[in-house]
Structures are given as structure tokens and as C-alpha cells.
């Protein structure tokens, strides 16, 4: 069974990343073996930028905290899922913390600067947003999930929900839930 690691970045419990984290669930129930790590809950420190990562050649962070404990999942899943919301027209601050910590991945000795075990994993994001435009966020999204192929995720697809402000309201959206229908197969195809 694949492995597919989830990433909630919301701090709203009752809001639509959390609601769509129960769904894909669901979704993936009995056809993957999914884990779950909620940015929120965890200590996920900032990157120090101190370059101690790069005095080895395999993933690793001088920091103790929950990201590093994370590494070893993050290298070896088949997929990622990263559900959150826009804030300010971006990433929100803790997923930009828990992205910029993947420099811990990056190897400058190596022709692709990655030091992952694996490079073959799928990386997905599903993101809401309250009023802005849904193609702009959607750019956003996927030049972001770029910087995710250090870590070895180098096949990537996001989507947007926009008009989704009402915390779970992104149930009520049909062409929404289908898309996390299809994302998920996507993940464990
Ligand atoms: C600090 C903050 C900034 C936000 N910035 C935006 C924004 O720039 N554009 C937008 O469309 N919605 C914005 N929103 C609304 C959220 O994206 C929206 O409510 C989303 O559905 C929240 O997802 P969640 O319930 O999973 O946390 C913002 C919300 C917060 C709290």
C-alpha cells in the first residue's frame, strides 16, 4: 500500500482544511496508508540557516523539534498531501516555516542540490481561500510546490477553492469535492 503523508496547515479546527483532511480520509481509506501531521499542533521551528544540514549527504536538521522528527517520513512516503488556506495571498506563515525547514534535503555536492533518498514522490496541494482569485492562487500554489522537488516530490498538482471564507464551507461545493476525489486517486495512482 502506498504511503501518503498529510500536512494540514490550518489553525482553524473547525475550518475547511480540517473538514477536507477528514474527507480525503475517507477518500483514502483502505487503499493507502496515511499519517497525519498537523503544522498547528507541532513545533516546527524556523530554519536556523545555520548550514549544519550540509555536513552530511542524507536529510538531517541540528534542530530538535518535530519537523526533524518528521524527516525520516517525509524521505520515504510515496506522496504529500498539504491541505491549507491562503493567507495574504500565500502560503501561511507556519507552511512557509515547514517548507523553508526542507533546506535540510538540499546538497549542494549534488548535481540536483538534493540529498533525498527518494526523488520520485508526488506532492499535492489543496488550498482555500476566502475572496481572491482562484487562477492567480493557483500560480501561487504551484510555484510553491516547486520548491517541494529538493525533498524529492517532482510530480506536482494543486487546487484552489476560492469562495470558501465560512470555516467548512468547502463541503457544500461539488466541482471542490471532486476535485479532492481526484487528487486523491491521483496520489495513490
Ligand atoms: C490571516 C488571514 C489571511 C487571509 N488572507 C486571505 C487572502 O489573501 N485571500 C483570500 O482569498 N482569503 C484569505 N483568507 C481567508 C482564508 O483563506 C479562508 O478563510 C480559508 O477558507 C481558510 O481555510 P481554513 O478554514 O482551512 O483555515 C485569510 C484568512 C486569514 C485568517
Redesign the pocket.
Known amino acids: 500500500m502506498k504511503k501518503v503523508l498529510i500536512v494540514n496547515?490550518?489553525?482553524?479546527k473547525?475550518?475547511?482544511?480540517?473538514?477536507?483532511e477528514r474527507r480525503f480520509a475517507e477518500l483514502l481509506d483502505g487503499k493507502a496508508e496515511v499519517s497525519v501531521f498537523r503544522i498547528g499542533e507541532k513545533d516546527v521551528r524556523f530554519c536556523l540557516a545555520c548550514d549544519g544540514c550540509k555536513r552530511k549527504h542524507e536529510p538531517n536538521c541540528v534542530q530538535k523539534d518535530d519537523f526533524t522528527a518528521l524527516i525520516p517520513e517525509i524521505d520515504s512516503c510515496d506522496a504529500m498531501l498539504i491541505?491549507?488556506?491562503?493567507?495574504?495571498?500565500?502560503f501561511?506563515a507556519q507552511l512557509r516555516a515547514f517548507l523553508d525547514r526542507t533546506y535540510s534535503f538540499m546538497d549542494f555536492t549534488q548535481p540536483d542540490f538534493s540529498m533525498a533518498g527518494r526523488k520520485d514522490k508526488k506532492l499535492a496541494g489543496y488550498?482555500?481561500?476566502?475572496?481572491?482569485?482562484v487562477d492567480v492562487?493557483t500560480n501561487m500554489v504551484e510555484t510553491n510546490l516547486k520548491s517541494f522537488a529538493t525533498a524529492g516530490f517532482r510530480d506536482y498538482k494543486a487546487h484552489v477553492?476560492?469562495n470558501?471564507?465560512?470555516?467548512?464551507?468547502?463541503m457544500d461545493k461539488p466541482d471542490d469535492l471532486k476535485a479532492a476525489e481526484d487528487m486523491a486517486a491521483w496520489l495513490i495512482a
Request: with cysteine.
Open positions: 496547515a490550518s489553525k482553524r473547525k475550518g475547511n482544511s480540517y473538514a477536507l491541505l491549507s488556506p491562503v493567507h495574504w495571498d500565500n501561511p488550498f482555500c481561500a476566502g475572496f481572491g482569485p492562487y477553492a476560492g470558501a471564507n465560512v470555516p467548512g464551507s468547502v
